[in-house]
């Protein structure tokens, strides 16, 4: 390998390191839009470019019964306020592009992690 071309090298490695690391200290957010509903209501709650760090209440009174992740994330839903699982069973995974609802006679969602 020639001298030019291991400083070429070395140059690309060290900007990417660079990039890497200055990408993750960036205060990312979600694309797209998260929406919340309560069970048998009109009032929509609805979260754009939502921070992908920490546990984000869901601001629908009596919580949500209905969801539509129309964002480029995946979420998971919790029916604690703080993301906590109330049992080994609790956090319901919500693709990107997709929907769900609550079973009748189930608890609703009080908050949500975004995955990334």
């Known amino acids: 390998m020639t001298h030019c ?30 929406s919340f509903r ?6 929509e709650v609805s979260y754009t470019s939502t921070s992908v760090k920490g546990c984000h209440r869901i601001d629908v009174p009596h919580g949500a019964s209905h969801v539509e992740n129309n964002t480029l994330v995946d979420v998971v839903l919790y029916r604690t306020p703080d993301c906590r699982k109330a049992d080994p069973d609790d956090g319901i995974y919500v693709a990107t592009t997709q929907s769900n609802v609550t079973a009748p006679d189930t608890l609703p969602w009080r908050s949500f992690r975004v995955i990334h």
């Open 38 to 43: 309560g069970h048998d209501s009109p009032v």
């Open 5 to 34: 071309r291991r400083i070429g090298v070395m140059t690309g490695v060290a900007a990417l390191l660079l990039t890497a690391t200055a990408c993750s200290g960036l205060g990312r957010s979600t694309v797209g839009m998260l």
